[in-house]
Nanobody
Framework: QVQLVESGGGSVQAGGSLRLSCAVS?????????MAWFRQAPGKEREWVAA???????NYAEFVKGRFTISKDNAKKPLVLQMNSLNPEDTSMFYC???????????????????????WGQGTQVTVSS
């Protein structure tokens, strides 16, 4: 059974930085994959933040472009989200998500919906104060 475990959340002041990590355990059968970060603020729907696939393609939501960087060096390394220039509107629970069902590169543009993912972590809280 594949498990995702996030870490790195915390509290920072506006303008600060945090680095989130998502460790993958279990057998992914060496398949191609897509992994992503989502976030959910209190009283709001969960929203997609960024995604990276096993073929190296990366996409970001408009509201994080230039501030956040998603990375995953290889299949065995954790998924990382480097977050800079944080503002209070970024306060959310951040979730790691993954789909390891691909036998080749995921379709371009895939992975912006939470319905695209089967595995989810428990989340890590990010709080940004003004």
């Amino acid at each position: 059974q594949v498990q995702l475990v996030e870490s790195g959340g915390g509290s920072v002041q506006a303008g600060g930085s945090l680095r989130l990590s998502c460790a993958v355990s279990g057998d992914t059968d060496g398949r191609d994959y897509i992994m992503a970060w989502f976030r959910q603020a209190p009283g709001k729907e969960r929203e997609w933040v960024a995604a990276v696939d096993s073929c190296g393609r990366i996409n970001y939501a408009e509201f994080v472009k230039g501030r956040f960087t998603i990375s995953k060096d290889n299949a065995k390394k954790p998924l990382v989200l480097q977050m800079n220039s944080l503002n209070p509107e970024d306060t959310s629970m951040f979730y790691c998500a993954a789909d390891f069902s691909w036998t080749r590169c995921p379709v371009v543009g895939y992975g912006k919906s939470d319905r695209d993912y089967y595995y989810w972590g428990q989340g890590t809280q990010v709080t940004v104060s003004s």
